[in-house]
């Protein structure tokens, strides 16, 4: 039973780099959310996605882009990776207005 | 003003004791109430959901007051096992989609 499945687990970027984030969930869930946590602060909102085919923007989405390919699967897109983007990034799932699963995170360091 | 805000803490209590935290949500459309607990370095994870009669499980239990949009976590007879971090998270109201997190409150039980 995998749930969230996030990757990678870590990862270090040097300034001007992209990346994606993947996260994928095989509990059939309409929403999936992208959050991010600073240390020692709680879940900032970047962008959530309640339905396939939608996306809409959180409290903190500028600097990212995302992209909801399928039900199963929603990236999380850097363009171009800057120092304030260091966090450790969670992807979570659920049924609307329900629990919400989260995957074991994605730790990311901007040099 | 913050959506969701939760005590700021942090709570230092010793093995047995009682601790109560506190959140307020701004939407009062807002449908569904939550607290998750999040262990250092680990994504969260449901805790328990709040109803309006009020639940219980075990030491912990959980309050809704829709009329002042409080919600609240009593912990009762405190373990070493209970520090964490504990989460609000308020669901829908204006995005029913959306899911959204305090800050958190930490606990720290010492023997």
């Known amino acids: 039973n995998a749930g969230v499945t996030q990757t990678p687990k870590f990862q270090v970027l040097k300034t001007g780099q992209s990346m994606t984030l993947q996260c994928a969930q095989d509990m059939n869930h309409n929403s999936m959310y992208w959050y991010r946590q600073d240390p020692g602060m709680g879940l900032r909102l970047i962008y959530y996605s309640a339905s396939e085919g939608t996306t809409d923007k959180g409290e903190v989405p500028n600097g990212y882009n995302v992209s909801r390919l399928n039900k199963r699967e929603f990236s999380l897109r850097l363009e171009s990776a800057a120092p304030s983007q260091t966090s450790v990034y969670f992807c979570?799932?659920?049924?609307?207005?329900?629990?919400?699963?989260f995957g074991q995170g994605t730790r990311l360091t901007v040099v | 003003r913050k959506e969701v805000e939760q005590d700021p803490g942090p709570f230092n209590v010793p093995e047995g004791a009682t601790v109560a935290f506190n959140c307020t949500y701004s939407?009062?459309?807002?449908?569904?109430f939550f607290w998750y607990r999040q262990d250092c370095r680990k994504e969260p994870k449901l805790l328990m959901s709040?109803?309006?009669s009020g639940n219980e499980d075990g030491r912990f239990t959980a309050q809704l007051n829709r009329a002042s949009q409080y919600i609240s976590l009593l912990i009762r007879d405190s373990k070493l096992s209970d520090s964490a971090t504990y989460l609000c998270v308020v669901n829908g109201g204006t995005n029913a989609g959306k899911s959204t997190f305090g800050d958190g409150t930490t606990l720290t039980v010492k023997p």
């Open positions: 979570a799932s659920m049924v609307q207005n329900t629990e919400a699963f």
């Open positions: 709040v109803y309006s």
């Open positions: 939407n009062s459309a807002s449908q569904s």
